[in-house]
C-alpha cells in the first residue's frame, strides 16, 4: 500500500498563488505517473496537471499558463504551483499516483485525501 499526503490548500483572493504538496510513503517500489485532479462542489473529479518519472507533463486547457507541476523522485513527492487563481479554481484537490501491482499484475491508482482550495472574488 502506498499513502498519499496533499498540503497546501486555503484560502487566496483571486489572482493569488498557492503551491500543494503531495508526498508518497508506504511500500514503494517504483511510483510512475503522477498527478493531480480537483472536483469543485457538485461536479466530477477532472484530472488537472500529470507528471511522468521522467518529466512530461500535461495539463487541462484551463490551467495552461497558470499551474506548474513538478516532481522530486528522490522524495517521492508532487507538486503543483497554481498562480492567477481564479474563483473557478475552487475545488477539492486530490493527488493521484501509478505503481505497478504485482498483486493485480498491472499499475494500481492510489489517491490522497484530497485539500480544498478557494479562490474568493
Known amino acids: 500500500q502506498v499513502q498519499l499526503v496533499e498540503s497546501g490548500g486555503g484560502l487566496v483572493q483571486a489572482g493569488g498563488s498557492l503551491r500543494l504538496s503531495c508526498a508518497a510513503s508506504g511500500r514503494i517500489f517504483r511510483i510512475n505517473s503522477m498527478g493531480w485532479f480537483r472536483q469543485p462542489p457538485g461536479k466530477q473529479r477532472d484530472l488537472v496537471a500529470a507528471?511522468?518519472?521522467?518529466?512530461?507533463?500535461s495539463y487541462a486547457d484551463s490551467v495552461k499558463g497558470r499551474f506548474t507541476i513538478s516532481r522530486d523522485n528522490t522524495k517521492n513527492t508532487v507538486y503543483l504551483q497554481m498562480n492567477s487563481l481564479k474563483p473557478e479554481d475552487t475545488a477539492v484537490y486530490y493527488c493521484n499516483a501509478h505503481q505497478y501491482e504485482p498483486m493485480y499484475g498491472r499499475e494500481y491508482p492510489y489517491w490522497g485525501q484530497g485539500t480544498q482550495v478557494t479562490v474568493s472574488s
Open positions: 507528471i511522468t518519472r521522467a518529466g512530461a507533463t
